[in-house]
């Protein structure tokens, strides 16, 4: 059974960076489209970023490009979330999950099979 776990969350000032890490157990993981998502309290899950297998496409919500970017080593079973220039308004529980085949990038939640337990980002004004 596949697990995601997450890393590196924290607390920030508005500005500043951190890097998010998913690291997956299994064999399979070069096999699957990665994503990235948060929660805000009181708010649905949204679709932060997502990675195809290859790490040839990438994909972002609007409210994050540019500032973030997100990456995988297939090699080590992680994907990244860089993230920069972060605003108080990133504040939330950040998730990764597994890409359901065929989908690669989708923004919905649904078509995601696995996820992680998520990491809380916290950025202070």
């Known amino acids: 059974q596949v697990q995601l776990v997450e890393s590196g969350g924290g607390l920030v000032q508005a500005g500043g960076s951190l890097r998010l890490s998913c690291a997956a157990s299994g064999r399979t993981f070069s096999s699957y489209a990665m994503g990235w998502f948060r929660q805000a309290p009181g708010k649905e899950r949204e679709f932060v970023a997502g990675?195809?297998?290859?790490?040839?496409?990438?994909y972002y919500a609007d409210s994050v490009k540019g500032r973030f970017t997100i990456s995988r080593d297939n090699a080590k079973n992680t994907v990244y979330l860089q993230m920069n220039s972060l605003k108080p308004e990133d504040t939330a529980v950040y998730y990764c999950?597994?890409?359901?085949?065929?989908?690669?990038?989708?923004?919905?939640?649904?078509?995601?099979?696995?996820w992680g337990q998520g990491t809380q980002v916290t950025v202070s004004s």
């Open positions: 999950a597994r890409a359901g085949p065929p989908y690669v990038g989708t923004i919905y939640a649904h078509h995601y099979d696995v």
């Open positions: 990675i195809s297998r290859s790490k040839d496409n990438t």
